[in-house]
């Protein structure tokens, strides 16, 4: 079997490397500053755990190397512009979008699209941070040197939010977990839930969008598409060419991880559908140091990234299933009087996704 290298080595990368080696998958996670002769990339396959990277000596070898997997998806999928015309280009529903070339525009913009404007930068910018939401009277909070380098959507009134990750196998079939039902606050993911049996026809429409997407692009590995619930349809908010913070939820609650099928499919290995018989909980650990109290919890599953706790950082996820939601809502409770009070709206809007 050949060794996996992972560009970029934070959380997803290391457990990515927890996935391989149950199954004898050296995987390497490296950062873009390590030096070309340090990895060994030349006889592995190639993947990433992020989607942009500034061009480094290594990054500049891996470009040019024909074991990288989705290698020239990446960039792409990086600009959200170049997501939003895919997007269109497959017909596919999302919010009404424009580029924002100037300040001039402004008029037009809410015109067309409404009075709230959601500003995205086109590159980088996520867990909340560049991002804008404006209405008439406040586009001067936006930076000058925003215009031209961001896109700028209709504010959608949705009432959830839920991703699908899937996985493409370089055969082109597809597999796909349920769908996750998640909880942001500022732009981050607070808590996600996943349920054995989701509502059958937005998984299936969401299946069908995910799966065009990634046979459109001929994509390899795991994908994760964000979407709006409005009314019973779904609109696409963003992608992600990567395993995903709303899939951590699988590393306990479903046969085979994200992290795991993402090394099969890119390693050609067997992509059967995983297996998911229970509810399952995912919440984020933000800015909050490890409490070993958790633990005394029997369906609480810790992970822990080894991290230096900073305000506004994910450090680690907690994550919790089992067959009897009755169960999985009252240990959510017992958490709850374990976690500060920021905690306490996602931790009980879970249980009532659970009810």
């Known amino acids: 079997m050949k060794p996996v290298c992972v560009l970029g080595n934070g959380q997803l990368g290391r457990m990515l490397r927890q996935a391989g080696e149950p199954l004898g998958i050296s995987v390497y996670p490296i950062g873009i500053d390590a030096t070309p002769e340090a990895v060994p ?14 061009e480094t000596a290594l990054t500049r070898e891996l470009a040019i190397h024909n074991s990288f997997v989705n290698r020239d998806i990446f960039p792409r999928l990086a600009d959200r ?7 269109d280009q497959l017909g596919l529903p999302t919010a009404p979008w424009q580029l924002l070339a100037n300040a001039a525009e402004w008029p037009q ?3 067309t699209l409404g009075e709230l404007a959601i500003v995205k930068r086109r590159v980088g910018g996520y867990d909340g941070r560049g991002q804008w939401r404006l209405r008439p009277g406040q586009q001067h909070a936006l930076p000058t040197d925003a215009y031209g380098e961001c896109i700028v959507e209709q504010g959608i009134n949705f009432c959830g939010e839920v991703s699908l990750v899937g996985a493409r196998g370089h055969d082109g079939q597809s597999v796909f977990y349920p769908l996750t039902h998640n909880l942001h606050e500022d732009g981050i993911l607070r808590t ?3 349920l054995p049996q989701p509502n059958p026809a937005p998984q299936q429409q969401a299946e069908q969008m995910l799966a065009a997407i990634m046979n459109a692009l001929n994509y390899v590995g795991v994908m994760a598409m964000e979407c709006f619930i409005v009314g019973k349809q779904l609109l696409i908010n963003e992608l ?3 395993v995903h913070n709303s899939g951590h939820w699988t590393q306990n609650g479903a046969s085979i991880s994200q992290f795991e099928l993402h090394l099969r499919a890119i390693l050609s290995l067997p992509l059967p559908k995983p297996v998911v018989n229970t509810p399952a909980v995912m919440v984020n650990l933000i800015g909050t140091a490890v409490n070993h109290q958790w633990l005394a919890l029997p369906l609480v599953h810790l992970h822990w990234y080894k ?4 305000a506004g950082r994910k450090v680690g996820h907690l994550n919790l299933n089992d067959p009897d939601a009755v169960a999985l809502r009252q240990a959510l409770q017992k958490l709850a009087s374990l976690l500060p009070t920021e905690y306490q709206s996602s931790l009980a809007w879970a249980q009532q996704k659970l009810a």
């Not at 990339?41 to 500034?54: C, F, K, L, M």
């Not at 512009?81 to 997007?87: D, P, W």
């Open 41 to 54: 990339y030349q006889n592995s396959v190639i993947t990433a755990e992020i989607e942009r990277w500034s």
């Open 81 to 87: 512009l170049a997501q939003k015309q895919l997007i």
């Open 109 to 111: 913009v809410f015109s």
């Open 192 to 194: 996600s839930v996943a």
């Open 240 to 242: 992600a060419p990567r």
């Open 307 to 310: 991290k230096e706790v900073r």
